[in-house]
């Protein structure tokens, strides 16, 4: 099991850009598919977007599809969430987790088994 490690939060405004950054510890990436998620104080976590293991293919929720871009560069183990146009509401902690090959659904937490402690993004109006 991949252990995660999210950095990049912090304080913007809104219309500004943050990128968040996943990487890995104790072990590789390569052969995990990763999912970003969020929860905000008093909802539940929900899912943000996630990419293949080979890359091939990415995923997004309906409220950040053209605004945020998720990427993963083999080579630097790391996962990116590039975030732009952010508004009030994308604030919350940002989780990345890791699931291993197989059956996978990338919406669904469930399927992940290896979550980071989080990120703060905190977008001013």
């Known amino acids: 099991q991949v252990q995660v490690v999210e950095s990049g939060g912090g304080l913007v405004s809104a219309g500004g850009s943050l990128r968040l950054s996943c990487a890995a510890s104790g072990g590789t990436f390569r052969t995990f598919h990763i999912g970003w998620f969020r929860q905000a104080p008093g909802k539940e976590r929900e899912f943000v977007a996630a990419i293949s293991w080979s890359g091939g293919s990415t995923y997004y929720a309906d409220s950040v599809k053209g605004r945020f871009t998720i990427s993963r560069d083999t080579a630097k183990n790391t996962v990116y969430l590039q975030m732009n146009s952010l508004k009030a509401e994308d604030t919350a902690v940002y989780y990345c987790?890791?699931?291993?090959?197989?059956?996978?659904?990338?919406?669904?937490?469930?399927?992940?088994?290896?979550w980071g402690q989080g990120t703060q993004v905190t977008v001013s109006s």
């Open positions: 987790a890791a699931a291993a090959l197989g059956t996978w659904y990338p919406q669904n937490p469930t399927r992940y088994n290896g």
